[in-house]
Each structure stands twice: as C-alpha cells, then as structure tokens.
C-alpha cells in the first residue's frame, strides 16, 4: 500500500484599541469580551514599555495566523502578495510549476496540483512537504515569499526535496515550468454514440461555460460520465450551476448552518439541460468542496451513480474579509449538508491541522473499505428511492472500487519524480512529430495502430541512467505496460489533445472509468432505476 501511497499523494486583524472598542460594542459573549480585554492590556504595555522598536506588520501577522491555527484546518491568512497569486489560479494565466500551496507551521505544504500542469507530470502530490527549493532549506518559509520561488520563466527548472508521509526517505523532483493552464474541463469525448465523457478538473469562473460547451459539443447523448477525481474544488457558485444542469427546478443543492451565519439554501433555479439520462460521477479521495458538494446533490436526488473511492470530505464554508493593507483573511462561518442533510466535512480537532491533513494518508494506507459500520455513520435515506446513504466524512460512493497499485514500482517512482518521461518527451516528439503526423492522420489510426515497443522503452532507461537513475530490471518489469501506457497517452496528448491523453489512458488502465462503462451498459440492473424517468 505505501507504493499506492507515493502514486496517489503524486495542484482577524489585531489592532489598535478602536477596533476592540468596535467588537465591545457588538452583542459578544462576556467571555471574548472579557478575552479582548485582557489582550488589549498587552498590547499597551508591549507598544509603551519594550525597549527597542517593535515589527509591528510581522508581529500581527505572526499573532493572525496564530490564532487561526488553533481553529479549523481551512481558515487562513493571505497577504496581498498571496491573494494575487491565489486569484491567478482561478483568473489568469502564469509560469510556473501548477501547484496551490500553504504554509502551516512553518512547513511549506502542496495542497493540491494543477490538472495537466509540470508538477502533477512529475508526481507532485497533494499534502507532500517541500522542504527544500534548489537545495535550499526552506523550512519556516514565509506564505508571501513562495511563489517567487516556485514561479518562473517557461522552459526554466526548478528543484525541490519533499518529504511525504509513508514515504522512507526524502523524494526529489526536478520540475520544468511551464504555462499553467487556467481551463478547467481537461477533457471531453464520446465513448460511443450514446455516451460522453467529461473530466473536469476544478471550478473557476469559466467552468460552466466550458462545461456546457463540452457536453453541447457532442450532439446527442443519453449517458454522461463526470469525472470529478482530484478536484480539489473552488467557486460554489459554479458547483451550484453544475448540479442544477441535471435537476429539476426547486431542487435543494445544497444548505449552509453555522451558529454565527444565517442558514442559506441553494436550489436549482430553473430546469437543466440534462435533467433525464444515465451520469455516472467519478470521485476520490482528492475530490473536495465544491466536487463534493455535486455529487452529495446528484446522489440525494438519485439523479447519478457516484463510483470510486470516498471524497476528502471538506464541507466547511469560509467568507472572505479584506483587510485595508490588500491581505485578506478567510474565516470558516458554516458547514455545508447535502440535500438529505448529511454533513460534508469530515472530522477534526481544532488547532491539530497538521494530523487532520495526514489522515488522508493513514486512511488510504488502511485500505479502508466501503463498510458503514467502520465510520460509525448514520444512515441516510436518498429523496426518490430512498437508498442507504452516508455522511459526516465526505461523499461515500455508491460503488466502491480499490486504489489499482499494479504496475507501480519504486523504479517507476523514480522515473516520475526526475520528469523523464517528460523530458524523453519533447526529444521524441522533435525526432519523430512529423512521421507520426503523417503516419496517424486521426486518433483513431494513432490508438489502434501505434504502440511503445522496446526501442521507446529502452531510450527510457538510458535517458534515465544518464540522470543517475539506476537500471532496475524488476522494476521495469513490473512497471513495463503502465510505462508504455503512459508514453504513448503522453504522445496523443501533444499530438492532439488532453483529451486524447484520457482516451488512451481511461480504457487501458482506470478501473473506475471501466466500473462506470460496466453501470453504462448494464443500468437497468446497476443502478436501480436511478436518474431515469423522474
């Protein structure tokens, strides 16, 4: 299991004492009154009897995040460098290595990767710790100073160390930037006449457009299939539109409770597009928020089969406030429930982020199972047929379908941190574009035509030795047809498409995509009536 680990795991201001006077005056509970009171005690006698000068930005700012730490794993402080840079993921378009990031206890960590970015390519995974950039430590790591770090000319490398749990030692990538791709529906295609298939990657301002966009593209269909595995999430906004496309108006998405914030209710404003049909939604451990909060409505409103592996279960709400410098601070206000009203957010103890961030390890590593009884779950009824359910600690899925680890071995590992698939890439592709170009005029002629036989598989290896990576005949052995596989998904990629990357790698090697054709063909008998006829 750890191997499966090292692939899955591969995108309050305190002021001065007007602003305390302000919260007086607001109905607070006599204990934070009294609490401030004592601060704004400390605060006095620090800024009239310490003897030198006092860093007052750092000092705040050390005493914001402080506070926030000792709270929920998702409240955060961003400065105004930090907020240019988390508005680019989801506006703009930059260089750089395509990860998102945050600094906790002065460990730099990647909070996810960006779908089809450099660091994804070479294995970068969610809740890895770069300790080092370029060999330099860069433990206690300032959040500001990062994407300074990170970010750079296209073309250009950089080196990281990372520490990741399970993992024996200290794993190092050597990451060439690249443009990051601001869109969000990595790829769309027919699996045949009646059935599309769209993987979306997170939720930005332009993902509904691209989304409709994709499934109108493909003319009449009956069938969709969803893939919403390592969506890390983003716009709300955007995950209520999405799930409105396949339900009825009046539909509850999905509701907000906290005990500061007046509940609210998000339901399907009109009729959508693709209210009747067979959808299959796709998930997994690193499916969150925004993912979650689609696929918790489709499957309470039995409007979809979800299939996978239960979701990262991150169903807390976080409101945005500005602070005057441009650095702004997200405080977490309530808690998101499905339509049924099962909660999302899986459980934490506050100011333990850092082991509410490793459980996703330890749980992968458990080979945790589908039994409700081990979650310690209450059951939930769906709202048309009335299936079991479960909540509390993301979404489970309705077929559960295990981490596939064939083929992964340390050598393959190797390979993927060093980027060399990557880099024999763009060699090959210089050497032999145009006789592949005119060879394969479609996809369909590159898919059933071409093969990474022993020639390709052996300039491999040798690009490998040259950057020190030994030759592991074992290894290689078990890891042949996922490296061929991957090759030649690489090279349609480029040739065409990312689209053309999934259709090559989906059917060969995804027993999730192969559970979701399995639904497809047999749904009168898998999916107990589920999204047909409303």
Do not use: C
């Amino acid at each position: 299991m750890k191997k499966y680990i090292l692939l899955m795991l591969m995108l309050l201001s305190v002021a001065a004492p007007t602003n305390a006077q302000l919260f007086r005056n607001q109905q607070q509970p006599a204990e934070a009154q009294e609490e401030l009171q004592k601060f704004d005690r400390f605060f006095q006698l620090l800024t009239t009897n310490f003897f030198d000068s006092i860093p007052y930005p750092q000092l705040i700012e050390t005493a914001i995040r402080s506070v926030l730490a000792e709270l929920d794993p998702h409240s955060v402080y961003l400065t105004a460098r930090e907020m240019q840079g988390q508005n680019e993921q989801f506006q703009g378009n930059f260089s750089g290595i395509g990860v998102e990031f945050n600094v906790l206890n002065d460990t730099l960590i990647i909070v996810n990767t960006v779908s089809g970015g450099p660091s994804e390519k070479v294995g970068v995974m969610p809740n890895d710790r770069i300790v080092a950039i370029d060999g330099e430590n860069v433990v206690g790591i300032l959040r500001e100073d990062v994407p300074s770090r990170l970010r750079g000319p296209r073309g250009t490398a950089v080196v990281i160390d990372v520490v990741r749990q399970g993992a024996p030692e200290v794993l190092q990538f050597r990451i060439v930037r690249d443009n990051i791709p601001i869109t969000t529906v990595d790829a769309t295609y027919k699996i045949d006449a009646n059935t599309g298939y769209v993987r979306v990657n997170r939720f930005a301002q332009t993902t509904m457009t691209e989304f409709r966009d994709a499934v109108r593209g493909m003319g009449a269909i009956d069938g969709l299939v969803l893939d919403l595995r390592g969506n890390g999430g983003g716009y709300l906004g955007m995950a209520i539109e999405m799930s409105n496309f396949f339900l009825d108006r009046g539909d509850m998405i999905v509701s907000t409770e906290g005990m500061r914030m007046r509940g609210q209710e998000h339901r399907a404003t009109r009729n959508g597009e693709f209210r009747r049909g067979r959808v299959v939604v796709l998930i997994d451990e690193l499916s969150a928020s925004a993912s979650e909060i689609v696929a918790g409505a489709l499957q309470d409103w039995d409007r979809a089969v979800i299939v996978g592996r239960r979701s990262f279960g991150k169903g807390l709400v976080q409101s945005q406030f500005p602070l005057q410098d441009g650095s702004a601070i997200r405080i977490t206000v309530a808690q998101y429930l499905t339509p049924t009203g099962r909660a999302i957010q899986r459980p934490f103890e506050m100011g333990h982020s850092d082991e509410y961030h490793q459980e996703l390890a330890r749980r992968i590593a458990s080979g945790e199972d589908m039994s409700a009884s081990d979650y310690g779950q209450s059951p939930f009824r769906t709202l048309r047929l009335g299936r079991t359910v479960y909540g509390g600690g993301g979404i489970f899925p309705d077929y559960f379908v295990p981490a596939d680890t064939e083929g992964v071995s340390d050598y393959l590992m190797r390979l993927l941190r060093m980027g060399i698939f990557s880099e024999f890439l763009v060699s090959y592709l210089d050497r032999n574009r145009t006789a592949l170009e005119a060879h394969y005029p479609t996809f369909e002629a590159f898919d059933s035509g071409f093969s990474v036989g022993d020639d390709i598989i052996g300039e491999i290896v040798a690009l490998a030795e040259r950057r020190e990576i030994a030759p592991d005949p074992e290894g290689l052995a078990a890891s042949r047809d996922f490296i061929a596989t991957q090759m030649k998904a690489l090279i349609a990629g480029r040739l065409w498409t990312n689209s053309e990357f999934f259709r090559v790698v989906n059917p060969r090697r995804d027993p999730v995509y192969k559970k979701a054709l399995e639904i497809m063909s047999d749904w009168d008998r898998m999916a107990s009536g589920i999204a047909m006829d409303r």
